[in-house]
């Protein structure tokens, strides 16, 4: 895995941490007295896990290589992936309430983030990749 496609893979998920500040919006469903549809709480609820995780993750992709490893961050990267793609969802069957946010700026950040998740999915996907994790298992110095 080159240098670039390391900082890549880092960057894509990198800008997904700011779905950890979902945890804000949280008190803002109608179930706790908010604005914002009852369909917002299970979004926003694992954006806040998720969220939370992309420093965990971000360090166990510099710092570990096994196939458990990649494993757990295709993983992760599919799970964000379609959870943002239930966002998506969730805006088209409960839309926010134009006071929180338009509807264009609603589609326009989940998408741009979901994308952000399969591209990095799509990088964990490519055989160096691949191989980088799976060379540690094997012992081999180099797989082509």
Not at 45 to 54: C, E, K
Request: proline residues 5%.
């Amino acid at each position: 895995m080159t240098p670039t496609i390391k900082w890549a893979i880092t960057l894509l998920m990198g800008a997904t941490i700011f779905r950890a500040q979902t945890i804000l919006f949280l008190p803002q469903v109608q179930m706790f007295g908010g604005i914002a549809p009852d369909g917002w709480f299970g979004p926003w609820l694992s954006d806040t896990i998720i969220g939370f995780a992309v420093p965990v993750m971000l360090y166990v992709f510099w710092t570990r290589r096994s196939v458990a490893v990649w494993g757990a961050l295709v993983a992760y990267n599919a799970v964000g992936a379609f959870d943002y793609s239930q966002g998506l969802i969730t805006q088209v069957i409960s839309p926010m309430p134009v006071e929180m946010a338009s509807a264009a700026t609603v589609y326009l950040g989940i998408g741009l983030f979901m994308l952000a998740q399969i591209g990095a999915l799509g990088l964990l996907l490519r055989r160096d990749v691949i191989a980088e994790f799976s060379r540690a298992e094997t012992g081999s110095a180099a797989v082509t």
